[in-house]
């Protein structure tokens, strides 16, 4: 009974932590700036690789990990500067660049890097419950989820920062005029979102095969939370990726991964045609 | 995007004197389409090396009836319309003799119905679930009475009837669990769960929990793709530890030069080539792969067969003094055409155009080393003629499943 209980929450607690992880960098630039990033796939394969060669290199896991994350913004800063800054109001022609950029990363870390890249051993081993064995690491991603949800609200609500980049999201124009630098918190938005991707890539590089096309298997889950979620991280990634989990838990549990897939996209139709704006924009509705 | 390499390996034939001869001719042309980007790029790229190897040093020796080999190779980066689009392109325009790739089932099937149309010959070069009986094409890789019909009544023995099948979700998937049932049921065994996976799926932690309830002997893995290989790292990081078989895993996938020791811990497979196979005929052959290509990762089962496959086609259309279709034919027809090939002499079965095989039990240990269990000779491909395909009288290019007979 108690083993049953806790692989339902086990289970729910994996696949939220998946989808909270591989949306919340994509959910920060679409929201922030409105720029759909085509290439967030590849920004978390990013951070995969970089982890995964900076550990092979001698440095600790943790270690690693905060490297891949940290190279994945980088890159991301300095392509904000050079690619999306010139293509600020032609929504349409930055989502084909990211996505030439996507193409350009996929392709060129096959040729520079190789077909395959040797994996690192999932760390933390297992624990049992009620006579089911659990992966220990499984639950640190859960934390891991829940943190980057605290560090987003703290970020955007509780600095300076913060305050600055919601006024740009409301209102850029008179954001601008009272002396906020657009172009900065721009910059900064897009290297904190590649930066999320390239946590969730060196979170999950342990537990994966790595190969230069890993990211597209981040993609889908990433987009539909986002679209289910609104252009709203706070109000909207949070509990769209909840209601997705709830979903997709039941169904692979009782109906198997396949239907768990077909359920998932299915209630992504349902809420879109209920709640065309996502989560936050219904939310933000009935507060006004 | 789309990559076109022009081999020509004919640059060899002058310098061995063969040079106004092998110019004079023209060149016996190879259309091959290997995936060397995409989801599948790790297994495909030995494929392409194996059959750059085999056209070097057929063109070394002076080439097929003194005609150099050419090589045409297209990228159809896993896409199925793509392997389509790019076969009508190499059939029609580059005007190839013979057809030779596709990785999956499905690309299989995806080219099969264009080389019937067109009247073309093809070799598939996998192994894979078996059951074409298409005169237009031949199969060198292993089919399943030579890898699970050893395999599986191996495990039963070892390790128990209780079994959890978890299998990618097309064709291959199904066709493969089909046949593990029908070999594993009239062994008294009880399939405890079996899953289907969709491809490109990574996370896993409900198929463990399934297991763990389930609490199987062993596991009949049949996952496919980078994505799905996965679950093994995660199924460890569980804490399920269960010996495991599979069709696709260690001579194919190289998963053991890939993963951390401990991952692939206690996989069985059956293979009739694979790397550490250390035969006088073996160990030279990887001396030439690993001249040729120092950094190749691992020298897979894929890669070989598509250097037999190069081999296999110059011994036929010797044998057949032509390049036609028909004449080839006639001589697979005969019943003793093969070749010497690094695993040992292997011969094309008349009835069903499939390859016999030296088939060897292998397995992986906690610190990824293969070792050979048992060996278990020279099978022959018999289920396609047992259960009535014939293609020295008929040609049905059907795909035949112990669920779909031919009707007699």
């Not at chain 1, 919340?24 to 590849?42: D, K, P, Q, S, Y």
């Not at chain 2, 085999?54 to 045409?72: K, T």
């Not at chain 2, 392997?83 to 057809?99: C, G, N, S, T």
């Not at chain 2, 289920?383 to 040609?395: E, F, N």
């Amino acid at each position: 009974m108690m083993g049953n209980l806790f692989s339902y929450f086990y289970q729910f607690a994996d696949v939220f932590s998946f989808l909270v992880l591989s949306a919340a960098g994509l959910a920060i630039i679409f929201g922030m700036m409105g720029v759909i990033n085509m290439a967030h796939g590849e920004f978390i394969m990013c951070g995969v690789y970089v982890t995964a060669a900076t550990f092979h290199a001698g440095l600790p896991l943790p270690l690693a990990q905060a490297c891949g994350t940290l190279v994945a913004a980088l890159i991301g800063m300095v392509l904000e500067v050079v690619l999306i800054r010139p293509l600020y109001n032609r929504p349409l022609d930055s989502l084909l660049v990211t996505w030439g950029l996507s193409l350009v990363a996929t392709q060129g870390t096959l040729v520079l890097v190789g077909s395959t890249f040797p994996g690192i051993g999932t760390p933390g081993g297992g624990f049992e419950v009620g006579g089911y064995g659990f992966s220990v690491y499984r639950m640190v991603l859960f934390a891991a989820s829940l943190l980057v949800l605290a560090f987003v609200y703290l970020l955007f609500m509780r600095t300076r920062f913060g305050v600055h980049a919601r006024a740009v999201m409301q209102n850029a124009g008179m954001a601008q005029a009272l002396g906020v630098r657009r172009s900065q918190v721009y910059a900064l938005s897009f290297g904190i979102g590649a930066g999320l991707a390239g946590l969730c890539g060196a979170l999950y590089a342990p537990t994966m095969s790595l190969i230069p096309t890993m990211g597209a298997s981040f993609i889908v889950e990433a987009f539909v939370t986002v679209v289910v979620g609104g252009s709203s991280v706070l109000l909207g990634t949070a509990p769209a990726a909840a209601a997705l989990a709830i979903v997709r838990t039941g169904l692979n549990a009782w109906y198997g991964q396949i239907i768990g897939q077909i359920g998932l996209l299915i209630a992504v139709i349902l809420i879109i045609r209920v709640l065309p704006d996502g989560f936050s924009g219904w939310l933000a509705k009935r507060e006004s | 995007m789309n990559r076109r390499s022009l081999l020509l390996g004919a640059t060899a034939a002058p310098l061995l004197g063969l040079g106004h001869f092998a110019q004079a001719a023209t060149p016996i042309k190879i259309g091959l389409l290997e995936d060397i980007s995409g989801d599948l790029a790790s297994i495909g790229l030995p494929k392409l090396h194996g059959s750059q190897l085999a056209a070097d040093e057929v063109n070394a020796a002076g080439g097929i009836m003194g005609r150099p080999v050419e090589l045409i190779h297209l990228d159809p980066q896993g896409d199925n319309a793509r392997y389509q689009e790019f076969a009508r392109r190499v059939l029609q325009r580059d005007k190839v003799d013979v057809l030779i790739g596709g990785i999956t089932s499905a690309s299989r099937e995806a080219v099969r119905p264009i080389v019937d149309r067109l009247n073309a010959f093809y070799i598939y070069t996998n192994q894979y679930e078996g059951g074409v009986c298409d005169g237009s094409m031949l199969s060198v890789g292993a089919v399943p009475e030579q890898q699970l019909s050893t395999l599986l009544p191996w495990m039963v023995e070892k390790f128990g009837k209780k079994i959890y099948t978890i299998a990618a979700d097309y064709n291959f998937g199904h066709l493969s669990s089909a046949w593990g049932n029908s070999i594993l049921k009239p062994l008294g065994c009880e399939i405890v769960g079996e899953e289907f996976i969709p491809l490109g799926v990574s996370q896993f932690a409900q198929t463990i929990q399934n297991i763990q309830r389930a609490k199987p002997d062993w596991l009949y893995m049949l996952d496919v793709g980078a994505a799905q290989t996965s679950f093994y790292e995660q199924k460890n990081a569980a804490g399920v530890s269960l010996p495991m078989a599979s069709p696709v895993k260690i001579m194919l996938g190289f998963e053991h030069k890939r993963f951390p020791p401990g991952v692939m811990k206690d996989m069985y497979a059956a293979a009739n080539w694979f790397e550490e196979l250390d035969t006088p005929g073996a160990e030279n052959f990887k001396k030439r792969w690993r001249a040729k290509f120092p950094n190749e990762v691992y020298v897979n089962d894929m890669g070989y067969n598509a250097y037999v496959a190069v081999m296999m086609y110059k011994m036929l259309v010797e044998r057949a003094k032509s390049t036609k279709k028909d004449d080839i034919r006639q001589v697979m027809a005969a019943g003793d055409a093969g070749i010497e090939a690094p695993e040992g002499r292997i011969v094309i079965d008349p009835k069903s155009q499939h390859c016999s095989h030296v088939m060897r039990l292998i397995s992986v240990d906690a610190q990824n080393k293969v070792s050979t269990l048992k060996d278990f000779g020279d099978i022959k491909p018999y289920w396609l003629s047992q259960v009535g395909c014939d293609l020295t009288k008929s040609d049905p290019k059907e795909q035949y499943t112990p669920d779909h007979l031919p009707t007699r």
